[in-house]
């Protein structure tokens, strides 16, 4: 899951959309939620080239059950939804690595 709110800092979230997409294309197909917090997310969709939905969560229902973890955040979590891993962009430097260990993650559950 990649979740990020009204209050991150473009270039964050912008990064966590990078690896968002990577990590898709590691996996040949959508595999990560994007899920938007009380912002609309389609200036984000539009300079991002992300064409996938983005859940809109306009209540911040998400962070506050996650009891309002800091954003941008890509989550990892199990069937059971236990966070097994998370990792918070914040530029492009790494990118690939940083997907690429997400996915592996992923891939052990």
Not at 25 to 43: F, T
Not at 51 to 59: A, L, N, R, V
Not at 69 to 83: A, D, F, M, R
């Amino acid at each position: 899951m990649f979740l990020f709110s009204f209050y991150d800092c473009e270039d964050c979230v912008d990064a966590g959309f990078v690896i968002t997409k990577y990590i898709d294309e590691l996996n040949n197909g959508k595999i990560v939620e994007a899920i938007a917090c009380l912002v609309d997310p389609k200036n984000y969709q539009k300079r991002n080239e992300y064409f996938e939905y983005i859940h809109f969560d306009d209540s911040d229902e998400i962070r506050r059950e996650l009891k309002f973890v800091p954003t941008p955040l890509i989550i990892v979590t199990t069937p059971e939804s236990e966070v097994v891993k998370a990792f918070m962009p914040k530029d492009t430097i790494g990118s690939k690595a940083f997907a690429t260990d997400i996915y592996d993650t992923y891939l052990s559950l």
